[in-house]
C-alpha cells in the first residue's frame, strides 16, 4: 500500500507541474499590432500567448497586469502583423528552382541561351537539363523560341524548359527524339505542339501536350522532394510566409509531407490540394485535416479547366483579339468537368478549379453549380486565379459561395501583354478584385510562386497600386479595382484562412488561435504606397515559436 500511495503522490506532482507548464505565458508587449478580423482592422499593444502556442489575449499595457507570471518579450515599438498565408503556390516547384535552372528575368533568347549554357557546363553529369522561368512575352522578339535555338548551346542531352507560368514547355531536339514527338504526333486534347509554317515541331509544346515530355523527365525522389519543400520553407519564412494552400501535389509529395509532419520537420503550415480527381484522390479517400498540430492539412483537389493567357492557352468564349483562329484550350468537356468536381465533393474534398479565361471560369462555375445544386456548400469551392471572367458571370461566385483565390501580381505581371490578348471590353472582366468583392465574393490571394515572386509584400503592392514595382503606369493600371490596404491584408490572412476553412484557428490574431505573426520593419499602414514591396520580416514566428529572425547568422530558428 506504501509503494502504490507514494506513486500516486508522485503521479499527482508530475501532473500538477505539467499542468503549470502548460499554461505558461509570453507576452510581446510594446508593439503596434494589426489583425484582420470580421469587423474589420483591430489594433492592440500586448499579445500573449500560452506554451501551446495559442492566443490567451490581446490589448494594452493594462494587459500586463493581469498575466504577472508571463514572460516578457519587448517588441521595440515594432509593427506586428498576422503571418501572411500565400493561398495558391507551388512549394515544390520554388524548392526545386534552387537546384534547377533558373530562367526567371531572362530579358532575350539570348540572355535565356546563355544561362542554358552556363548551366549545363556547370552541371557535366545532369543527364538531363531541367529548369523554368522564361517568359517571351517580355523579350524584344516576342516569339515562342525554338529546339533549334537550344541546340546550339546543348546538343549531347536532352533539355526541358517551362514557361514562367507552367503551361508551357520549351525542349531541345535531344529531348523531342526521347518523347517520341515529331512532325506527325497528333495534338492531344487540351494541348498543342507547336508548329512552324511549313508543319514542323518547333520544340514548343503547350498544356497538356507537355504530358508527353513529363513521361520522360526522371522524377523526383522523396528526400530530393524533402530536400525542396525545407530549402522553399525557408525562403517563405524569412519573408513572412506562414501558411501556404499547395495547388497540386502528387502521392509521393502527400507521403513527404506526413513524414514531415510527422517528424516536427514542417516549420510552416500546408494546405495541400491534390493534383486531380483521379488516382491519387482515391489513394488518399478522404480528408486529412488539423493533422500535426494544423501544421499540415489534405483537404482539397485541383482541377484544371484551361491553359494560361500567356501561351494563348487560356479558354475564350470568344477568339483572342490578337489570334483570331485561336479560342484557347479547355483540358475537358463541361461534362467531364462535372464529373469530377462532384466525385470530389462527394468524397467530401474541396474543389479548386484553375480558371483563367472567361470561358474556363463560365465552366468551372457551371461545374460548381451542378455539384452545389445552385446553392454555397460548405465545403467552399474555389476558382483558382479567377483572372479572366464575364461580366455577366461575376455576381455567380457571390451566389454560389465559390472563393475567388486570385494573385495580385499576374495583374502587373500581365497589364504588358493582356488587353492585346483580350481587347478593351474584355479586360473589364479581368483581374477584377474590386468588382468581385464589391459583389460579395470572397477573394483570398497569393502569388502563384514560383510563377511569380513568392515574397508576398509584393502582392500587397500590386493590391494596393495595382503598379508593376517600378511605379508604372502612372496612377495604376485599371486602378478602380485596386483594393485598400485593409482588404489586401484580408485577403493574405483570413479571407486565406476562410478559403481553407481554417478561419477558427488561422488568419487573425484573436483569443484561441494560433500565435502565427511577423513583426516587420515598418508600418504597413502608415508608409507611403511605394514602400509596401520594401517592407522586411524581422521575425517570423509560427505556434508560438520563433521560427525566423532576421538577425540570426543562419537566418532560421
Known amino acids: ?74 517588441g521595440d515599438s515594432r509593427t506586428v502583423l498576422p503571418g501572411l498565408t500565400d493561398a495558391h503556390a507551388h512549394v515544390i516547384g520554388l524548392g526545386l528552382l534552387k537546384s534547377n535552372l533558373d530562367l526567371l528575368g531572362s530579358g532575350s533568347v539570348e540572355d535565356a541561351l546563355a544561362r542554358i549554357e552556363s548551366y549545363a557546363a556547370a552541371k557535366p553529369d545532369a543527364r538531363w537539363i531541367l529548369g523554368r522561368g522564361w517568359n517571351q512575352v517580355i523579350w524584344p522578339v516576342q516569339e515562342f523560341p525554338s529546339a533549334t535555338h537550344i541546340d546550339a548551346v546543348v546538343s549531347d542531352r536532352p533539355v526541358w524548359l517551362r514557361r514562367i507560368d507552367g503551361h508551357a514547355g520549351w525542349a531541345n531536339s535531344a529531348a523531342l527524339q526521347l518523347a517520341g514527338v515529331d512532325d506527325d504526333t497528333p495534338d492531344p ?28 523527365v526522371p522524377e523526383t525522389d522523396k528526400d530530393e522532394t524533402r530536400d525542396a519543400v525545407q530549402a522553399a520553407t525557408r525562403t517563405l519564412l524569412a519573408e513572412g510566409i506562414t501558411g501556404v494552400h499547395d495547388a497540386g501535389i502528387g502521392l509521393m509529395d502527400a507521403e513527404v509531407y506526413l513524414s514531415m509532419a510527422d517528424n516536427g520537420q514542417l516549420d510552416m ?51 483572342y483579339s490578337d489570334d483570331d483562329e485561336n479560342r484557347g484550350l479547355p483540358f475537358w468537356t463541361q461534362r467531364e468537368l462535372d464529373e469530377q468536381v462532384k466525385k470530389a465533393n462527394d468524397m467530401g474534398f474541396q474543389v479548386g478549379i484553375h480558371a483563367i479565361g472567361d470561358l474556363g ?3 468551372a462555375l457551371n461545374s460548381f453549380d451542378r455539384a452545389q445544386g445552385g446553392r454555397p456548400s460548405v465545403l467552399r469551392n474555389r476558382v483558382e486565379h479567377a483572372q479572366i471572367i ?3 458571370d461575376i455576381p455567380r461566385f457571390a451566389e454560389l459561395g465559390i472563393i475567388a483565390s486570385m494573385q495580385a501580381t499576374h495583374a502587373t505581371s500581365d497589364k504588358n501583354m493582356a488587353e ?49 514595382r517600378d511605379g508604372e503606369p502612372d496612377g495604376g493600371w485599371y486602378a478602380d479595382q485596386a483594393l485598400t490596404r485593409a482588404e489586401a491584408l484580408h485577403s493574405f490572412t483570413l479571407a ?62
Open 189 to 216: 486534347i487540351g494541348g498543342k505542339i507547336v508548329r512552324d509554317e511549313n508543319g514542323h515541331a518547333t520544340g514548343i509544346l503547350i498544356d497538356m501536350a507537355m504530358g508527353i515530355m513529363s513521361k520522360q
Open 496 to 557: 486565406a484562412a476562410y478559403a481553407a476553412s481554417q478561419e477558427d484557428d488561422l488568419g487573425s490574431l484573436e483569443v484561441g488561435k494560433w500565435a502565427d505573426f511577423i513583426v516587420i520593419d515598418r508600418d504597413y499602414f502608415e508608409i507611403p504606397d511605394s514602400q509596401i514591396d520594401d517592407i522586411q520580416v524581422l521575425q517570423t514566428w509560427v505556434g508560438g515559436e520563433k521560427v525566423y529572425a532576421a538577425d540570426d547568422p543562419g537566418g532560421n530558428k
Open 420 to 468: 492585346d490578348r483580350i481587347g478593351p471590353d474584355r479586360i473589364l472582366g479581368g483581374y477584377a478584385w474590386r468588382r468581385l468583392l464589391d459583389s460579395g465574393a470572397v477573394l483570398a490571394n497569393g502569388s502563384d510562386f514560383p510563377v511569380e515572386l513568392s515574397n508576398p509584400f509584393h502582392g500587397l503592392y500590386a493590391a494596393v497600386t495595382r503598379q508593376g
Open 269 to 319: 503550415r500546408i494546405y495541400a490540394m491534390i493534383g486531380g480527381a483521379g488516382d491519387v484522390l482515391d489513394a488518399i479517400a478522404k480528408p486529412i485535416r488539423h493533422y500535426a498540430n494544423d501544421r499540415l492539412e489534405i483537404a482539397a483537389v485541383k482541377i484544371y479547366a484551361d491553359g494560361a493567357l500567356g501561351s494563348r492557352g487560356a479558354a475564350m468564349i470568344e477568339p
Open 390 to 392: 464575364s461580366l455577366d
Open 361 to 363: 471560369n463560365r465552366m
Open 1 to 74: 500500500m506504501t509503494t502504490i500511495k507514494h506513486v500516486s503522490i508522485t503521479l499527482i506532482l508530475v501532473t500538477s507541474l505539467a499542468n503549470t507548464l502548460a499554461h505558461a505565458e509570453t507576452a510581446l508587449h510594446n508593439i503596434k499590432a494589426y489583425t484582420s478580423t470580421n469587423d474589420g482592422i483591430r489594433t492592440f499593444s500586448v499579445l500573449v500567448f500560452d506554451d501551446a502556442g495559442r492566443i490567451t489575449a490581446t490589448g494594452d499595457s493594462e494587459l500586463l497586469k493581469s498575466h504577472p507570471d508571463a514572460v516578457l518579450l519587448d
